[in-house]
Structure formats: C-alpha cells, structure tokens
C-alpha cells in the first residue's frame, strides 16, 4: 500500500508545501510542491491564511507535519539515567513543566530518547522540544481548514534529518550535518552512523548575509 505524507513549512517570508508518495519498492517521489511568499511580512494570522492558502492551492492531501523554527521553539537536552518508561515520562514531565513556567506560556511537547553513547556518566541523552501554543494553534488550525489531517508539529531541524535518513547514502562511521538557513532563522541537525546525535535552530539566517553585503557593497537589500 502506497504511504504520502505533506509537510508545510511557515517561514518569515514563504510557505513551503511539499507532497510526498512511497511505493511498494520504498521509493519516495515529490507529487505536489510549492513555494509562495507571505505578504506584508510574517504575522501570526497572515501566516497561517497564507499557509491555508498554499495548501489549498498545491492541492494537498491526507496526513500532514508543520515544521517549527524561531523564537517560539525551544529545543533543548537532558541527561537522565537509564531508567524504565514510566519513569523517563515522569522525569520529562516534570522537566517540560519547568521549561513552560520559565517560558512563560502555554506550551505543547515532547521528547526522544537518543541513541548517543556517553561513556562518561553512563546516563541517556534526551532531546525536549517545546513551542508556544500561541504560535502552534494558528498554524495547525490553518491546515485543518484546509483539509489536512494535521499530525501536530516538529522541529524543522527534524524534518530535515529524517529527510536525510530516509533518502542519504549511508556510511558506516560517517557524520554528517544537515543545516537548513532561513530568511531569519537556521535549523541544524547532526547525525552519525544514521542517528541523531544533535538538532537545534538557531536565530540567524540569509537576512544577515544580505545586510552584511548591502552594507558592505553600499547598496539596497533588493539590489
């Protein structure tokens, strides 16, 4: 049975809509893509029409991730020892919840245990993701309307490692970083031998390329 799948990427300038298909033989093949700007700059609610729009536009169907970057994402790592399920929820319930007191806001989660060695210490290493609700709802709701099965969201750092993992050539021993740089934000991801080793976005991106260059070279930014 054939699986699809469509990512939306909501950035500070364009949304990104890309509709994937997997045959029998395990092959992924883009069927629908599509890039439009945001006008007037990202907002909120004019992100999240202008997403609603592009979905609609590309024609994209069935299940579906919005990919998170900037400000309102948080990523970050703890080290846990190696205990069972139910303790390792308890623990990341109990680090989410003080991670979203310090944020100050409503915020939605989750976790991943890495498959990372620390000879070290011996304890496990775990990725927490969390956004604000705030900036999450919004987009989610967008894409219900416009006919997705919206899955939730995740980190576009993610996106683009398991991208990598399921399309890259894969050597034994090989490292390999994954860097996607935005109009205002970078996502980069590190991997080794196939896993994840480290994702985080960053503030930054080609915004700073192109004032350094205006500046620099005494022209506009459009120029």
């Not at 703890?78 to 007191?101: C, G, K, N, Y």
């Amino acid at each position: 049975m054939a699986v699809s799948g469509t990512g939306v990427s909501i950035g500070s300038r364009t949304v990104r809509v890309l509709q994937v298909k997997r045959d029998k033989a395990g092959s992924w093949a883009v069927e629908r893509a599509l890039i439009t700007p945001i006008e007037g700059g990202e907002s909120g609610s004019r992100a999240a029409a202008e997403a609603r729009a592009a979905v609609t536009s590309a024609q994209a169907k069935g299940r579906a991730l919005v990919g998170l970057s900037g400000k309102d994402l948080i990523v970050r790592y703890t080290q846990v020892p190696p205990v069972p399920d139910w303790r390792l929820a308890m623990l990341m319930d109990f680090e989410i919840q003080e991670v979203s007191e310090q944020s100050g806001g409503d915020v939605s989660a989750a976790y991943k245990l890495l498959d990372v060695d620390d000879t070290t210490s011996g304890d496990n290493v775990v990725l927490v993701a969390l956004v604000k609700n705030a900036y999450l709802a919004p987009r989610l709701a967008a894409l219900q309307a416009a006919g997705l099965n919206v899955l939730g969201g995740a980190p576009r750092a993610l996106g683009a490692y398991w991208a990598y993992k399921e399309n890259g050539h894969l050597r034994f021993d090989e490292t390999v970083v994954i860097v996607h740089i935005g109009h205002e934000n970078t996502d980069v991801a590190i991997s080794r031998n196939g896993h994840l080793l480290f994702a985080r976005n960053v503030s930054g991106g080609s915004k700073l390329f192109t004032d350094a260059l205006a500046q620099n070279m005494r022209v506009n930014a459009a120029t």
